[in-house]
């Protein structure tokens, strides 16, 4: 589970340069979504070996000048409730303005530690004027320059010293499933038909922060925790209209748990947004199940089912291969169905295959269709295992690594699916040197 760092701070202060170098300067990273809006906005970074999420919070401002400061509030807000450490971006060429002032007026307020950074200060002269920023009221600050990247690594030897050490809690080790979605797709009424009728829910485990909560599920011979991002937070913080705010749910939802339920509104289809969540839990490799909720208010015919799962796999390309079951928690329509499928996708995540088996059923497919001849070389694959991480990941030894292009990797994670099943979960291919 790792730290939410949120980057805060009026328009064009330099913001989204800032968040992309922090993410792409450095190898261990998941790449940027491509974003709710029209921006990249999640990333992990890590620095001395410490992993943290970043979340840039530019690029949602929509309309006019006067709409900017409501919307700037809304999301220093966000910030301040959901991330652990804030970074409060201001710019030494246009000096202290007002919107500057009011941000840093909400952040004087807040307990969790706040680094005041001045950016485009590459020069001295510039570090000189950057004083002026005393005034806020903020403290010391950090000078950077994020086109160059000067100053960032003292400023992240400072952070990362502070990020809260995360106390990972384990409840036996159960399966953990996380219910995501965009705000009125129905997760909470999806959780509620799962476990508001019979009583067998042992108590609600409150999460490793306040806003996922867990609940053991103990069923029809089925035990695991849910993950819940739905509606915890006080009636008066929500902000249902703004994006972000659910992104910021999910991000924790997700590196938290093993499976996720994404669950969509059917009248809506697959949008933006859903798309976004869907990226973000396979790019943390975690397992998906697809459930379109509200499927009771689509006129439908006999190809309507078919028509719309194949719209969306299109969307989802390449990683097609997730289960997508169409439920209605009104009528409790295929809720049942929706857990089982959960726990197979979980099932499959967590499979081991013995590498004698992988050998003989890949080595023969490898024969028959060998990796294309690059330049006059030819790749030979003599080996496969499966490495001993938490979701599949498959090295394939072979005498000349570096010319093995992705789509035959492609064919590889198809053929091992076809195999061995491994539906709903994101399939690593490596090829190493023998």
Known sequence: MSNIVAIVGRPNVGKSTFFNRLIQRREAIVDAVSGVTRDRHYGKSDWNGKEFS???????????????????????????????VIIFMVDVESGVTGMDEDVAKLLRKVSKPVFLV?????????AEDAVEFYSLGLGEYYTVASINGSGTGDLLDALVKVL???ETVVNEELPRFAVV????????????????????IVTDVAGTTRDS?????NQFGFEFNIVDTAGIRRKSKVKEDLEFYSVMRSVRAIEHCDV????????????????????????????????????????????????????????MEPFTDVPIVFISTISKQRIYKAIETAVEVYNNRTKKIKTSVLNEVMLPLIENYPPPANKAKFVKIKYVMQLPTPQPQFAFFCNLPQYVKEPYKRFLENKLREKFDFTGVPVSVYMRKK
């Open 164 to 166: 809260p050490e995360k």
């Open 118 to 126: 001045v950016n485009k200060v590459d020069n001295a002269k510039r």
């Open 181 to 200: 979605g965009r705000p009125n797709a129905g997760k909470s009424s999806f959780i509620n038909a799962l476990i508001g009728q019979d009583r067998y």
């Open 54 to 84: 970043l979340i840039d919070t530019g690029g949602y401002v929509l309309g006019s000048d006067d709409v900017f400061e409501a919307e700037i509030d809304k999301q220093v807000e966000l910030a301040i409730d959901e991330a652990d």
């Open 213 to 217: 909560i867990d609940t053991k599920y």
């Open 260 to 315: 996720c339920l994404l669950v969509l509104d059917a009248t809506r289809g697959f949008d933006g947004q859903d798309q976004n969540i869907f990226w973000l839990a396979e790019r943390n490799r975690k397992g998906v199940v697809i459930l379109v909720n509200k499927w009771d208010l689509v006129e439908k015919d006999h190809k309507t089912t078919l028509e719309y799962e194949k719209a969306i796999r299109k969307e």
